[in-house]
């Protein structure tokens, strides 16, 4: 739908609303049917559905570029800061196409999705009216210090992580060292960083599993702060270096994403998890919104520089937000 929009608004409402939708509704259900499989190992569960997630992105962002920069022939204009009039026209048929092949994907996917049969009560009684362990309900969840440490902790780190995987290709056009690489170098660097995110979560959950959450996440959260901050320094030196910076930058955002989910259970149980973390993951949104919002006032204000430095201030306010959290160790 919004591939046919002609307004800005428009397509940002359509493409943000329908395909955000098809996001959550794609990987959260596997996520919740693999937890009834391996309830001990949530966190590898979320790492390998979020993996298979961020797999997606790397083979598809090849995909795009093909289909709508065949070669990477067409560059941006240094002065305009635009791609070639061509390259918009083929933009609404990329999206066609990989709309089908997203459908097919996804009912194919979708077909093999199965959760173990535990007992006769349905969903709505076992998630919403049973309590769980911590005795914390849908309803009570939002009132604890855990849940709004949590969600600040996700908003705080994802800002900065969002942010960083959204402008990457801007800051290097913005950069004649990593710009004169060409834009099909920034393909490559798009797809292997979808690939370091869908490693990340893996690792990261991975982590979360065997150590617990705190030590594992305020470990993700130091080396983010740290490669945030040095990322404009680094990253100007040689395309290499940005491609590094940049894969590194992917892969503790995957983290982020793949061990809130493993937050969640552990601290109000795995019943209902799933939709206290439906509550949670509007703060990705806040997020994203609010970093690029900021990259926008702070880039034309103070520089690159600036805008990666407060990034990484944000990402380092998370870290003493990590021992206020009530956690099960189980």
């Known amino acids: 739908a919004s591939s ?11 493409y943000a609303a329908l395909f955000g939708t098809g996001i959550g509704l794609g990987y959260t259900p596997p996520m919740i049917a693999g937890w009834t499989w391996f309830p001990k190992s949530r966190g590898v569960v979320n790492g390998l559905v979020l993996l298979g997630f961020g ?21 941006i204009d240094p002065n305009t800061g635009r791609f070639p009039d061509q390259l918009y026209n083929k933009f ?7 709309a089908i092949i997203y459908a097919l994907a996804t009912i194919l996917g979708g077909s093999q999705v199965v959760s173990k049969r535990i007992d006769s009560v349905t969903p709505s009684q076992k998630v919403i009216h049973t309590p769980t362990s911590n005795g914390i309900s849908l309803r009570k ?4 210090l855990t849940f709004w440490a949590l969600y600040a902790i996700i908003m705080l780190t994802a800002s900065s992580g969002l942010t960083s995987a959204s402008i990457y290709k801007l800051f290097a056009n913005a950069t004649p060292s990593i710009a004169v690489a060409g834009d099909q170098f920034l393909a490559i660097v798009g797809a292997l960083g979808a690939l370091f995110n ?3 979560r893996l690792a990261c959950a991975a982590a979360v599993d065997t150590y617990g959450y705190k030590l594992p996440f305020f470990i993700l959260v130091v080396v983010q702060a740290t490669n945030t901050a040095l990322y404009p320094f680094i990253a100007r030196t040689s395309p290499t270096a940005f491609l590094a910076s940049t894969c590194i930058s992917f892969f503790l955002l ?32 806040f997020a994203s919104v609010g970093g690029v919002k900021l990259a926008k006032q702070l880039i034309p204000l103070l520089g690159w520089t600036s805008l990666y430095h407060v ?17 099960n160790t189980t």
């Open 55 to 75: 797999a997606g992105g790397f083979i598809v962002n090849f995909l795009g570029s093909h289909l709508v920069n065949p070669g990477g022939k067409m560059i």
């Open 198 to 200: 869908g490693i990340g």
């Open 311 to 327: 990034l990484a201030l944000l990402t380092f306010t998370a870290a003493p937000l990590i021992t206020v959290l009530k956690l």
């Open 4 to 14: 046919y929009a002609k307004n800005l608004k428009i397509f940002m409402l359509l």
């Open 141 to 144: 969840a939002p009132r604890t």
């Open 254 to 285: 995957g983290g982020i994403f793949s061990t809130s989910p493993t937050a969640a259970a552990l601290a109000f149980g795995p019943e209902t998890a799933p939709l206290i973390y439906s509550l949670m993951f509007s703060a990705f949104a």
């Open 92 to 98: 609404p048929i990329m999206l066609r196409k990989l």
